[in-house]
């Protein structure tokens, strides 16, 4: 029977639509299962499983599924809850679902420092990451762990402050609170664990995770083309953004100009460009990457 590998990932959030997308990136084809709990890969022994991203780190440590997405800040709570009991690690982080874990508290306060949250109650649905911080703040405070709805815990008089994920600060705002400091920050990840597998699984997993590398490396990426006086290639090629091995041509005809081919790991600014210029170089065209590997 076919061995297949089992990666999970959101059911219905922020990080749904952004995984789907790494995984199509990916080259892996799926058909949505009906009851839409599992999609089965096609073209690839890949099913993707739908579940919260609560039960992700865990599935992944267990064995469940032998690859996750989930945030940092998720992992990072389930990981600290029962650490000898935890057995996945972190592949990569994927640049998505961007958020930090801050403490906040009603804009009337006249916020000085950590050290006003000692002798105070704090919602979080955090407590584990809140307790570690408080801890290494050498704080002692209370910390009341609630499940949604963080925002509202001082209005009800159930906390005097709070811990919770901020992205735009929206919320926050709406709720006459202010942002104080940041207690974690987070980003979506790629998760695995050490289980026993067949090569053919192993090799499974490697594929996927050097095509999701390959997948962050070209995000940033562009193709560079141009001409180069020969007396200043140095100059051009030194102001190549995160180039390391340009590809120098000579052009038929013409003795004292070169092209210059480079992949750019770094964005390319309109800046740039014009300091290409300035340097002598001409006929500057960037092209995107679509695919990548090394
Ligand atoms: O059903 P399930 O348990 O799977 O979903 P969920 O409701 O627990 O998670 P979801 O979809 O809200 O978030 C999934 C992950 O996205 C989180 O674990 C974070 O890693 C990441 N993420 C990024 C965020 C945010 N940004 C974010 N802004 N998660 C939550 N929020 C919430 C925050 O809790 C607050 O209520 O958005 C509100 C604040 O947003 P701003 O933009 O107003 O600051
Ligand atoms: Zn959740």
Redesign the pocket.
Known sequence: MEERLQIAI???????DHSLDLLNRCGLKYTPGRDKLLYYGENMPVDILL????DIPGLVSDGTCDLGI?????TSEIRNKNPSDYHAHEVTALDF???KLMTAGPVTTNYQGVDMLSGSRIAT?YPGILREYLKCNNIEAEVVTLTGS??IAPQLGKADYIC?????????A?NKLAPWDVVFE???ALLTNSSERTPTKQALIDKIVQRVQGVLQVKESKYIMLHAPRENLKAVTDLLPGSEFPTILPIEGVSDKVVVHAVCRETIFWETLESLKSAGASSILVLPVEKMLV
């Open positions: 959101q059911k219905s959030g922020r990080l749904t579940v919260r991203d609560d989930a945030g940092q800040n998720v679902g961007h958020c649905s963080i925002e919770d994920l901020v992205s735009s600060g929206a919320t926050l709406a987070s980003e979506a």
